[in-house]
C-alpha cells in the first residue's frame, strides 16, 4: 500500500493484491497493483462496477457477462425461495426449466430445433390492438404450409371422443367470461383401418350453445338456419 496509508486486512505488496477494510462503509475491496478490481459491501458483490446494486452484480462491455461451466453431463443453476427453487439446466443438446419437484416444465432442443412445454395451460396476453398475439410461420422453400397440430394422447381410444378443439370467449354484458362459440374434432369410429371423424361447430343462440354444423364422412350437416 502507499506509504502513510491505512490498510486493513491482507495484502502482499505494494504490486500485488491487498484486501481494503478501512471503515464499516467501505466494507472489503479487492485490489491488484492499487487497482480496484473487486468490491464487497452491504451485502452486494460488484465484478466488474464499483457499484453494484445486488447481492451478486457482474458488469462487461462484453456479450457474455459470465460463464457457468461443469465437468458433469449437466450444468444447472438453481434460483430458489425460500423452500422452493426453480432448476435451469444444460443438459447435451438440451436446455430445461423445472422446478424442484423434477417435472420439466419446458425444454428446449437444440439438435430437434422443437420446444416442449409440459404444463396444464399456457396463457399469451396481449394488450396491442393492432398486432397479432400469435402468428405462425413456415420458411420451408418448399409448398408446406404453417401448421397447428392437435394430438390426443392417453388412455383408451373410444368412439365420439373429442381429439381437438377451438374455443371463442368474450365477456357478456354483466363482464361474464362466456363461450360464443367453438368447433371440435371427434373420433366417429377409432376401428383400426375403418377410422370416421367429424368436424363441428357450435355458435351461440339466445344464450344457448348450439350445434349449428357438422363435417363428417356424409359431406355437411347443417342443423338449423
Do not use: C
Not at 12 to 22: A, C, D, Q, R, V
Not at 99 to 112: C, I, R
Not at 145 to 163: M, R, V, Y
Amino acid at each position: 500500500p502507499a506509504a502513510g496509508a491505512y490498510r486493513g486486512g491482507m495484502w502482499t505488496s505494494t504490486e500485488g493484491m491487498y484486501l481494503h477494510n478501512k471503515n464499516g462503509d467501505d466494507g472489503i475491496i479487492f485490489y491488484h497493483r492499487d487497482a480496484e478490481t473487486a468490491r464487497f459491501v452491504s451485502g452486494n458483490l460488484g465484478i466488474g462496477t464499483t457499484a453494484p446494486t445486488f447481492p451478486l452484480h457482474v458488469y462487461t462491455a462484453d456479450n457474455a457477462p459470465a460463464m457457468f461451466e461443469s465437468s458433469d453431463s449437466i450444468s444447472e443453476i438453481r434460483l430458489k425461495d425460500n423452500a422452493k427453487y426453480t432448476r435451469l439446466l444444460n443438459v447435451s443438446s438440451q436446455y430445461k426449466i423445472m422446478p424442484n419437484d423434477g417435472v420439466e416444465l419446458a425444454v428446449f432442443d437444440g439438435d430437434a430445433n422443437a420446444v416442449t412445454f409440459n404444463a396444464d395451460t399456457v396463457d399469451i396476453v396481449s394488450s396491442d390492438a393492432n398486432e397479432p398475439v400469435l402468428t405462425l410461420k413456415n420458411n420451408h422453400a418448399g409448398d408446406s404450409p404453417a401448421q397447428i397440430h392437435f394430438q390426443k394422447e392417453g388412455g383408451s381410444a373410444a368412439d365420439d371422443d373429442d381429439i381437438g378443439q377451438i374455443i371463442f370467449e368474450g365477456e357478456d354484458s354483466g363482464g361474464a367470461l362466456t363461450t360464443y362459440a367453438h368447433m371440435y374434432a371427434q373420433t366417429d369410429d377409432v376401428t383400426a383401418t375403418e377410422e370416421d371423424g367429424s368436424l363441428n361447430f357450435v355458435v351461440m343462440k339466445a344464450g344457448t350453445l348450439t350445434p349449428t354444423m357438422t363435417i363428417d364422412n356424409s359431406g355437411v350437416v347443417v342443423t338449423g338456419t
